[in-house]
């Protein structure tokens, strides 16, 4: 790839779900490290989610991999064994394939690309043999995990063929299928438990959350590990050595894997040649949880320390994250979300922080900024896919605040960084209402995204926060719909009498209180009812809507104008002195004539006014002086039409 010419440094996306897993974390820091001695840009494309495809919030999640757009990269890793949709999982595959970018899956094979991985099928079969043959066990039970997963056929092949070899019956009963998640063992293991069956002498999970989950609840139930049910588990995960008992499991390097992968991608990039699958070590690692003696691999001081670390660092992150969604939540603009924002940008402890909200979204966001406007909210947010429009409405690189504005949501940033410096690590995760995008966040090498699950808490409080603003916008909108309704005349646009009452309700206090004095300017139609009368109604709306035109032209920001009745009209104007009523009065008399020239209708078009300017006292109501103007209307409307008829008898 190119940029003005000239070469850039490789940018490679990396699509994964869950990346706070220890597996996915190890593996994650090798493929970083792996970047930086290679001067790779790495592009981290990251779904938080359940096991449930049909849940919202997991559409919402999955919808991040709509933002890489593939075009703009030299190679794809993809962490297929991680996402639990076969449908999302499928349709990934349809577009690396398409798109014809270098690829190569991680823990999954598929025939057309390239693949890494652990030897799965030769050590767990040795392990499940381990337990038939060192510690007698013959009633096994199987968790696996989905059943499109290479992985995960592998692995339950691998335990039916070791039983197959020992004469041991492979029983249906005995295999569940679900997830590679601590959650699927808990269910797996409760289903063991209340079955009401004699219990499986031994439990084996194809991973160590699963595995986990297994011994929670059999600690639990008050079952004996291993005295009454061993268990093993795969990955030799932190917790699973250090657990009590010590899980038996399988031990791989996840670093070492990261940054190989790192390495065998920017080969094939370069145009060199890899192997097309390609598979590495695992060992078995046999502990206590299937009878044998303790591996784990620290001190009980050092798991302490461990803990406590641990605690203390999460603790103080969550009370931060508390206060971010205390403090987001109550925002009531869009600009004041910005500021608070920005208050917490330090906490996140990376390079650069791109918040992009579809253009629409954001533009809806901004009425929380107006008090009435002529905003209509608009948006309607997109349940799969992107926007065209995407909006940059917060950017902080190197310590500093910078703009970008909108940018083609094909472009993923509105610019990608390709200078020739160290290597950049960018990490997209996405903003979401349920299954409904609203964008996305975008962080350059962040030790607190990539270090701390913690971290998912926040992102969910931003788009916990976005969605409350939302509902304000959309509240907003029917606030103005109904001020239409209630306050605004439906024939010309001008405020209703309830819309003036409220709308010059301040202004009037406010001069009571100071002095100030104010005008009120009362116009009626001439002649209307013998234009409906010879023309009809519509004729005589087309009258109507020329005396509030000529009256909006003639208003100016501080006046509130208003339809009364049918032919009847009000002006509130607050500071004007008797020349400037006066002078309101025959720009209106203009306005009106050009109006009326333009229309070129078959009647006159004219109409009669009064105004009066006065200090308003305390105790007395506006309306005593609307009624004053009418009068003086009434009378102008009289001599008129007095002057009218002499002239005509005249003639």
Not at 35 to 58: C, G, P, R, S
Request: net charge negative; aromatic share 10%; charged share 25%.
């Amino acid at each position: 790839m190119s940029d003005n010419g000239r070469r850039v440094k490789q940018r490679i996306a990396v699509i994964l779900a869950g990346m706070h897993t220890e597996y996915t974390y190890e593996t994650l820091r090798g493929i970083r490290e792996g970047a930086l001695k290679n001067n790779i840009d790495i592009y981290i494309f990251n779904a938080n989610v359940d096991t449930d495809e049909t849940v919202k919030h997991t559409i919402g999640e999955y919808n991040i991999f709509s933002v890489a757009n593939l075009d703009l990269f030299d190679g794809v890793i993809l962490f297929a064994s991680l996402i639990q949709s076969r449908m999302v999982l499928n349709n990934l595959l349809e577009r690396v394939k398409h798109s014809g970018v270098p690829a190569m899956c991680v823990d999954y094979y598929d025939k057309d690309l390239y693949s890494v991985g652990v030897e799965n099928y030769t050590v767990m079969k040795e392990m499940v043999s381990h337990l038939i043959e060192e510690h007698g066990y013959t009633k096994i039970n199987y968790l696996s995990g989905q059943e499109f997963n290479t992985d995960s056929q592998e692995r339950l092949q691998a335990y039916c063929d070791a039983l197959k070899e020992h004469d041991i019956p492979v029983e249906d009963k005995r295999i569940f299928r679900g997830a590679f998640t601590t959650a699927f063992g808990r269910d797996a293991a409760r289903q063991i438990v209340e079955s009401g069956e004699e219990l499986p002498q031994a439990i084996v999970c194809a991973t160590d959350g699963m595995a986990l989950g297994v011994r929670s609840v059999l600690v639990e139930n008050g079952i004996d590990i291993p005295g009454q049910v061993a268990l093993t588990g795969f990955n030799n995960l932190f917790d699973a050595r250090n657990a009590v008992p010590g899980i038996t499991s399988v031990e791989r390097e996840m670093r070492n894997v990261g940054e190989t992968i790192v390495e065998r991608m920017s080969t094939l990039i370069n145009g060199g040649e890899i192997l097309k699958k390609e598979y590495f070590p695992t060992t078995p690692v046999y502990s206590e949880s299937c009878g044998c003696s303790s591996c784990a691999d620290n001190t009980d001081e050092v798991i302490k320390q461990h803990y406590l670390n641990y605690k203390e660092k999460t603790e103080e992150k969550l009370a931060k994250g508390n206060k971010l969604a205390e403090e987001l939540i109550d925002c009531q603009s869009i600009s004041e979300y910005i500021k608070k924002l920005k208050r917490f940008i330090s906490e996140f402890e990376m390079n650069a922080f791109y918040l992009c909200l579809d253009k629409g979204f954001k533009e809806d966001l901004e009425l929380t900024d107006t008090e009435l406007g002529d905003g209509e909210f608009h948006n309607d947010l997109k349940a799969e896919g992107l926007p065209d429009k995407m909006s940059v409405v917060l950017a902080y690189e190197n310590g500093k605040y910078v703009y970008y504005g909108d940018f083609d949501s094909k472009d993923m940033l509105p610019q990608i960084k390709n200078q020739s410096d160290s290597s950049h690590v960018y990490l997209f995760l996405p903003l979401h209402f349920r299954n409904y995008f609203m964008g996305y966040i975008v962080l350059d090498n962040s030790d607190f995204a990539f270090n701390s699950a913690v971290f998912n808490t926040w992102v969910l409080n931003l788009s916990i926060s976005l969605e409350s603003m939302r509902k304000q916008a959309q509240l907003k909108s029917m606030l103005r719909k109904l001020d239409k309704i209630y306050m605004i005349d439906p024939l010309t646009g001008l405020y209703n009498r309830f819309g003036f009452a409220k709308h010059t309700a301040v202004s009037f206090g406010r001069c009571i209180k100071t002095g100030g004095k104010i005008m009120i300017f009362f116009a009626d139609l001439d002649r209307l009812k013998p234009i409906n009368d010879v023309y009809g109604h519509e004729k005589g709306d087309v009258a109507i809507c020329a005396v509030a035109d000529a009256l909006k032209e003639t208003c100016e920001a501080k006046e509130v104008c208003a339809r009364f009745g049918g032919d009847e009209f009000v002006v509130y104007g607050e500071g004007y002195s008797e020349d400037d009523a006066k002078e309101f009065g025959q720009r209106f008399e203009a306005k009106l004539k050009s109006i009326a020239e333009g229309l070129n209708e078959p009647f006159a078009i004219d109409a009669s006014y009064g105004y009066i300017t006065i200090k308003p006292r305390e105790g007395e109501a506006l309306d005593k002086y609307i009624d004053m103007a009418d009068n003086i209307m009434y009378f102008n409307k009289k001599t008129k039409k007095a002057k009218k008829k002499s002239q005509k008898e005249g003639v």
